[in-house]
C-alpha cells in the first residue's frame, strides 16, 4: 500500500422495509451496547465467500434476523469521508452500499411487529416532516421553515453587492423544490433533498455529531448512527417512486388482502391521503389485482372481499404500478 494511503473497508447496509398496523417500518440495531442512537443493520462483504454484492447481503441478513427478503434493490455508495466516526482516526476508511430491501413483518398475537434481531422502528420517527397522511405536519410551518428561511439568509451573502432576490435565489429555490413553497406541489420524491438542506442548514443532529454544526440543534426526529439516516432517506425516496411503475408494494402485502389493506399500506409508504374512490378507480384501471372469491368478515358493515397480486401483469407490460401522485 502506497505510503499515507488508508486501508479502505466494503460494508453493506440494509434499509429494511415492512408495514405493520398501517405504518411503514425499519429494522433498526443500536450502535453499540452503551448508544441509543439506532442504525441500519450493517456487514462487511465477504468476497471470498459471496459471489455478488446481494448475494452477501441477503446471507448475512438471514443470519442475523432470521428474515427473508424479497425485493431487493442496490441504492447508492455511501462512502464520505468522516462517515463512520471511530475513536482511531486511523483506522480504516469504510464504504457502506447501501440496499433497500422488502420483507413482511413478523407480528405478535397483539399485532406488533417482532423481530429476532434488532427492532422495528417507525420510519417517520426518523423523518417525520415526511408524513402528510393527516394533512402537512405543523412543525414544517413551526420549525423547519423559518430555520431553513434564516439559512439561507445567512449563507447567501455575496462577496461584492448584488440584488438581495438574485443572491437568494440558488438556496431558496431549492428550498422552494423541496418543501413545495409557493405555488410549487409538495413532491413525495424528494425526501433526500429535504433531507439534505436540513443537514447542511445544521438542523438535524447528524450534522453536530459530525462536525459540521457549532451547536447541537434542538431535536427533529429521532437522529441515527452515523450516515444512516441519510440512507434510509434515500431509500424512501426510492421506494415512493417505485411505487409508481413497479408493482413492488406487493411484497408488503400478505398473499390475500383487501383493498383498504392495499391502499392503507400504499397511503403509509407514500405518506399522502388517498382517496378512496379514486384510489380503487386506480387499481382497477391498472389490473394490477384479481379478487380470490373469499371475503374478510369485519367487525362494522358488510364482508369485504378479498385481492391477491396478479402476476401476468408482469409479462403484459414493462411498467406496472400505481400511479399515485402523478401529475
Avoid at 315 to 323: I, M, N, S, V, Y
Wanted: glycine residues 8%; hydrophobic residues 40%; proline residues 7%.
Amino acid at each position: 500500500m502506497p505510503q499515507g494511503a488508508t486501508a479502505v473497508e466494503i460494508g453493506l447496509s440494509a434499509a429494511i422495509v415492512a408495514v405493520a398496523q398501517n405504518n411503514p417500518l425499519i429494522l433498526c440495531t443500536p450502535e453499540s451496547s452503551t448508544s441509543m442512537l439506532d442504525g441500519l443493520p450493517f456487514g462487511p462483504f465477504n468476497p471470498l465467500a459471496h459471489r455478488t454484492l446481494e448475494t452477501g447481503l441477503r446471507a448475512w441478513v438471514t443470519e442475523q434476523t432470521q428474515l427473508k427478503l424479497g425485493y431487493v434493490e442496490q441504492l447508492y455508495t455511501f462512502g464520505d469521508r468522516g462517515r463512520y466516526k471511530t475513536s482511531v482516526e486511523d483506522g480504516a476508511h469504510v464504504v457502506s452500499i447501501g440496499y433497500l430491501a422488502l420483507t413482511r413483518a413478523a407480528l405478535a398475537e397483539d399485532g406488533t411487529p417482532t423481530a429476532q434481531s434488532g427492532r422495528w422502528r417507525e420510519w417517520y420517527a426518523f423523518l417525520p416532516w415526511e408524513d402528510w397522511r393527516g394533512g402537512k405536519p405543523a412543525l414544517i410551518d413551526e420549525a423547519i421553515l423559518p430555520a431553513l428561511r434564516r439559512w439561507a439568509e445567512e449563507k447567501e451573502r455575496p462577496v461584492r453587492a448584488e440584488p438581495r432576490a438574485q443572491r437568494l435565489l440558488p438556496r431558496l429555490t431549492r428550498l422552494r423544490l423541496a418543501f413545495g413553497l409557493d405555488g410549487v406541489p409538495w413532491d413525495e420524491e424528494r425526501v433526500l433533498e429535504r433531507y439534505e438542506l436540513l443537514y447542511e442548514a445544521g438542523l438535524v443532529e447528524e450534522a453536530f455529531n459530525d462536525g459540521n454544526a457549532p451547536h447541537r440543534p434542538a431535536p427533529l426526529g429521532r437522529a441515527m448512527a452515523f450516515d444512516h439516516r441519510r440512507i434510509l432517506a434515500t431509500a424512501i425516496a426510492r421506494l415512493r417512486g417505485k411505487l409508481k411503475y413497479r408493482p413492488v408494494i406487493f411484497e408488503l402485502m400478505p398473499p390475500s388482502f383487501t383493498l383498504t389493506a392495499l391502499q392503507e399500506t400504499v397511503e403509509a409508504i407514500s405518506g399522502r391521503h388517498l382517496h378512496k374512490q379514486n384510489f380503487r378507480r386506480l387499481v382497477e384501471s391498472a389490473e394490477l389485482v384479481e379478487p380470490t372469491g373469499a371475503t374478510l368478515t369485519q367487525t362494522r358493515g358488510r364482508p369485504a372481499a378479498l385481492y391477491r397480486f396478479r402476476h401476468e401483469v408482469l409479462e403484459e407490460r414493462p411498467a406496472p404500478g400505481l400511479r399515485v401522485g402523478v401529475r
